[in-house]
Every structure is written in structure tokens, then in C-alpha cells.
């Protein structure tokens, strides 16, 4: 069941998320409070503003809101309060190795469901995922990062974006999240 199916079937008048403002620039774009139509689109026009914290949630019958509670947090954040809070993780964030074909910048994942092609080089690399989503988009990067303090080491200096290194959807266009965003997609 897709995400605006539930909401309809559900009658939701709310859905929490982890997105964060620094994961990309449409996102950057979104508040905590995000207004959703009776489509499930978000028009970033018709965002409505977030003065002194106070936050505007009403909604009439067929609308929702989408909330991002963690939205001002970046991924450093993420990881201290991790590490503060010494909560346990998916082995799949910590470095390992895997084999990977290279395209372009990204990293793809040599899976059953994300096969080679023919032609493609196969390396086996240390590589640990930023970002867990669909293994047919989603690409983990180069890493030797193989704990929380390692991680946050390595992610106090990034040289690239969350998103920018590990999602190959991203890569077909610059509004292409603002774009399935408009379309109810998140």
C-alpha cells in the first residue's frame, strides 16, 4: 500500500517522517509542519510559514500534514545523538564489504535485485550505506567507518551531500525530489 493510499484508507490527519532539511534542496524547502492537499501534494508556494514556533496544523477533510520532527537536525546530529543516546544501528550503516559496479560518482550495489550489466567492472570495496532506502536506488559509499565515532568522524568532513552520494534517482535531474514531492510521492 502506498503512503497516500494509507492516509486515505487510514483518514490521517498526520504522518511523521524522518526527512531532514540538509538531506536535500527540496527539503530544505519544507518545514516541520508540512501541508499535503487532498492529493497528498505539496505545493512549496503555498507552504505555510513557521513564525516563533508556532505551528499552524489544522486541516480540513481530505488534507493532511506531513511532519518532520527531525527537520532541523543534519546527519551529524543524527550520529552524536546516536552515540549519545547509545542506541543500536543496522550493521548495514557500518562499513563492509561488498562488490560494486561504478557509475559515474555512485557506488551501485552488486545484488541479485541490482545485478551488473554486461560490461560493467565489478570492484569489491569498504563501503557502508548513508542512507537506507531501496537497494535499487539507494548506493552506499566508500568507508572504513566501522562504529558510531567513526562515523561521525567521517561525516563531520563530507565532501558530498547525503543524497548527492547515494541516490541514483537524484541524479536525473536537480528538482527531481521537489518534483515526486508536488506529485504526493513523499
Known amino acids: ?29 519544507e518545514h516541520v509542519f508540512s501541508f499535503r492537499d487532498e492529493f497528498g501534494q505539496w505545493d512549496p508556494k ?27 537536525w543534519t546527519e551529524l546530529d543524527v550520529w552524536q545523538y546516536i552515540e549519545r543516546e547509545r542506541l ?3 550493521p548495514i550503516y557500518f562499513a563492509h564489504r561488498r562488490p560494486i559496479v561504478r ?10 535485485l541490482t545485478p551488473a550489466k ?7 570495496m569498504s563501503v557502508r550505506f548513508r542512507a537506507v532506502g531501496d537497494i535499487s536506488c539507494t ?5 572504513t567507518a566501522r562504529t ?10 563530507p565532501t558530498i551531500t547525503e543524497r548527492g552520494a547515494t541516490r ?3 541524479q536525473t535531474s536537480d528538482a527531481s525530489m521537489e518534483r515526486r514531492k508536488k506529485e504526493g510521492y513523499f
Open 88 to 90: 543500536a544501528v543496522s
Open 168 to 170: 541514483m534517482d537524484d
Open 148 to 157: 558510531v565515532a567513526e562515523i561521525i568522524a567521517e561525516t563531520a568532513v
Open 46 to 72: 503555498n507552504q505555510r510559514p513557521e513564525l516563533w514556533n508556532l505551528d499552524n496544523t489544522q486541516v480540513h477533510q481530505g488534507e493532511h500534514m506531513r511532519v518532520f520532527p527531525i527537520s532541523n
Open 1 to 29: 500500500m502506498t503512503l497516500l493510499e494509507a492516509v486515505t484508507e487510514c483518514g490521517f490527519d498526520a504522518c511523521i517522517g524522518g526527512a531532514r532539511r540538509d538531506e536535500e534542496k527540496a527539503r530544505a524547502k
Open 139 to 143: 548506493c552506499p559509499v566508500e568507508s
Open 103 to 112: 557509475h559515474g560518482s555512485l557506488l551501485m550495489p552488486v545484488t541479485e
Open 118 to 124: 554486461e560490461g560493467d567492472a565489478i570492484e569489491e
